[in-house]
């Protein structure tokens, strides 16, 4: 296979070099016609792929016609023991295989020989016969009966999206059930496989249920067993009146007996001089840093946040939540900040509820004139239960709120009241039209991936990816090995970079942050960057081009995720606060709990009043 061609996509930055290939072997393979093994006529198939493509120049010699007809030829002619023995004995790439289903599932083959050939297709290689959806039609129980056999398929039962598959009609939820309770009763399950299943909701809720304790059980047996490798965490935030008031934070981390202790400290005295309204906002920008230097709240996630070995030893479906180590440690870190600033206000005899119901009443009448806007936060006297629901009836009267100033700043006051639906958290306006860009452009999200990616095959330096390294200068052609060279020529052909004597560099700081910005929050802040880099503007040729768009939304896609975990029932593995509220489906809870989940309601509320008066300030300076 490492001689021959193979197509991936327009977009895949080994086009150039597969195109020249593909010049060279087809006069070979097409000189040896009538000689073709499997291999040969697939690769045939490949490059007729090139021929197709809106990229391809002059120098394939033939026509796509040709091509497809030799192709068919041959597979309408060979034998068919000939065909399963050869499929059988060769050793195909992914992109070969996904070339032979197709041309098999045209076929007019015999059902015997085509079960036969299924039958090859053990595991999690039952994903190419399952891509057809004429072989998933009509050959759907065979492919159940081949599936079942093991259990290395599980994760395309479970995501079959991910994988590009059409699952059978014969995998429904008997099977799934029956599938999936015979894996949980096995001897090693996988403990990834087993918390994917307890989570999966189109799963009987017995299976899941089973598979729910004996994930539990398999964690505890393993560290049980391996207690070495148990890594213990503990995080403390402190609100210390002891604490120098020259040094407003005091962070520390150390290994206690195997215990990894973090430990963040805030001057008492430093925070009392800045006890004003306003600035008490401000504290949680500029002292707690709950909203990053590009003005993206730090509880979202980034993308690929955490360890590449927990994201690959993890079974994750495309409907969960991100919940790595990484962003469950980072959540507790700002719900600790959140609940130690709360109580020490109190303390100070100030209400944090009293401060955003003034950010509504007062701060928005006397900075942007907008006035008629109220919240009613609960009594210090109240309940804990009685806390949380009126806490998220207030959530959501914010986002409806703002949904109608957004769309109309001279709107009728009377419509708040008034029942609406309110607005998903992702499709909550902005006054700023261009507030985002988002990349639809393949090449350049390719791009990104290629620079930035901990799993992309440049070089890099422990954390610090490609894409870093070129910005700050560290990388020199002649370090380069020839394949990596290669990778980079259509970044030099598209102005993305350029040489600088020896030195790599970006053609301009604007398409790194570029890059940079999408590849880790799946959006460009454009008006914020704007804000502070007028030059930034050039971008939105990208917009003219198509190759981006416009999302003129108060939170980005991974904000939205956030506010989906806590709150809705968008994620199987998600909280669903609001609805556990709302639906009376939390009376088993204690006081204590009730109080946790009224204080994460009042922190999200925080976010929201941030996101709005950013985007109320930057409306303000207009383009």
Known sequence: MKNRVSYFSENDFAFENQYEKAKQRLPLLLKNIGNWSLLDVLELAQIGQYMQSSRAKVGLDGSISKINGCVGKWFSTVESRSLVRQIKETNLSSAYQKALWRQLSRMKLN??????????????????????????????????????????????????????????????????????????????????YLKTISLDRKTNKDVRIAAKQRYEDEVAKYFKENPQNA??????????????????????????????????????????????????????????????????????????QGSIFERLLTTQKSDLYEDSSVLQNLSTLINLQFYAYYSFLKQEGIRLEDVLEWFFSKYLVENFGIEGLSINLPKETDRGEVKALVAATQLHRIIRMYNLLANDSNFDRELINEFSSTPTFDEIPSKIQNKYMLVVDDYLLGVERLLFSDQSFMPSEGNVSFGDMIYQGKIKMADLQRHHKQYLESMFKNKLLVMDGEIVRFSSKNWYLFLRSDFDYGAVPYSWIMARRPDFSVMVNLVDEGRTKWSPTLLTKKEAAVFDYYFSDLYPNGQGLRNKYAHGASNNLTEKEHIGNYLIFLMFIVFLVIKINFDLEEALKGP
């Open 111 to 192: 059902k015997n020989v085509m079960t036969d050939i299924i039958k090859l297709y053990l595991g999690h290689l039952i994903v190419y016969p399952l891509m057809q959806s004429t072989i998933s039609k009509h050959f759907g129980q065979v492919c159940c009966d081949v599936l079942i056999q093991n259990f290395e398929a599980i994760p395309i039962v479970l995501d079959p999206k991910s994988h590009g598959v059409i699952l059978p009609n014969e995998i429904d939820k008997s099977f799934r059930s029956q599938y999936f309770m015979k894996f949980v009763q096995s001897e090693n399950p996988n403990s990834g």
């Open 231 to 304: 890594l213990r965490q503990e995080t403390a935030v402190f609100i210390d009146p002891s604490l120098d008031p020259s040094v407003l934070i005091s962070p520390s981390q150390k290994d206690e007996n195997g215990v990894y202790k973090t430990r963040i400290a805030y001057s008492a005295e430093a925070l009392k001089d800045l006890i004003d309204w306003p600035t008490i906002l401000n504290n949680f920008i500029y002292v707690f840093g709950f909203i990053d230097n590009d003005g993206i709240l730090t509880i979202a996630p980034k993308n690929e």
